[in-house]
């Protein structure tokens, strides 16, 4: 990535704050040093306090990410998830202790020289990406490590793998993803993303890099920024509110915002 250019400062990919089981499970998220500021968004943790009765659901919302996690009790199962294009829901035990690295659009293409479409809509093993990283979170994690310890491994591992990477984006395309993110996503890819690069060269970009469309990702984009600002009730209900966003109506609002999230708005926000 291109010095002057970044994802931190323009996009916050945010996932939904744990409801289900009160003060039995907690998801946290920490930043990474400063050298990492513009590949990984976040480490975050997942993790259960005391047994739970039942398996729990955790719902993963698009945020136009992808991401390493394992659990700690087993560190060598680990896994890459890719963008996805729709909420994600995983069935977990009673009692789990999961860690994973967020790494911001376009990061983990650049730094494991990956297309990113390989990984879209789906998780895999992440030995089948990148056996090294795989074996590092096998042989550098255990149970008693806490999420200040996952940070300053990652910390360290990371930086040494930057020092190796191809960094840089082509500027026309590092020019499309500043429209989109200033924007807040709301764009007509056609008429509004003119950067000199034709619609086929668009595609091959963000197909590499993000792992989807430019159409898709802007969804992502206004999606992930609707659920930054946290709309009240009455603002859910204003018509003008839709138009603004780039939806044709209530109902198309309703309909992209559920197949990102898996519940309707108001539910999400708690209306």
């Not at 042989?139 to 793998?161: E, H, L, Q, W």
Request: proline residues 3%.
């Amino acid at each position: 990535m291109l010095s002057e250019f970044s994802f931190r400062k323009l996009y916050r990919p945010v996932q939904p704050v744990i409801k289900q089981s009160g003060t039995s499970v907690s998801y946290i998220e920490t930043f990474p040093g400063h050298l990492l500021n513009n590949f990984i968004y976040c480490y975050w943790e997942l993790k259960t306090h005391q047994k739970l009765q039942d398996s729990f659901t955790y719902r993963v919302v698009a945020d136009g990410c992808i991401d390493i996690f394992f659990e700690l009790n087993n560190p060598s199962e680990n896994f890459v998830m890719g963008f996805c294009r729709k909420y994600t829901e995983f069935s977990l035990d009673r009692l789990f202790h999961y860690v994973g690295v967020r790494f911001l659009p376009t990061a983990f293409p650049i730094i494991y020289n990956i297309d990113a479409r390989e990984l879209s809509n789906r998780f895999q093993k992440l030995e089948d990406i990148d056996k090294e990283t795989s074996n590092f979170i096998r042989d550098g994690f255990s149970i008693k490590d806490d999420i200040a310890t996952v940070k300053d491994r990652f910390d360290a591992y990371f930086t040494d793998k930057l020092q190796v990477a191809k960094i840089g984006l082509d500027s026309r395309f590092q020019n499309a993803l500043d429209i989109i993110l200033k924007n807040f996503g709301v764009v007509n890819i056609e008429k509004d993303i003119e950067v000199g690069l034709s619609q086929r060269q668009l595609r091959r970009y963000f197909g590499y890099y993000i792992g989807d469309s430019a159409k898709t990702f802007s969804q992502v984009v206004r999606f992930q920024n609707i659920l930054n600002a946290k709309p009240s009730t009455q603002s859910l209900r204003q018509s003008k509110l839709f138009f603004d966003l780039g939806y044709y109506d209530q109902a198309h609002f309703t309909k992209e915002f559920k197949s990102f999230y898996g519940v309707t708005p108001s539910k999400a926000f708690g209306r």
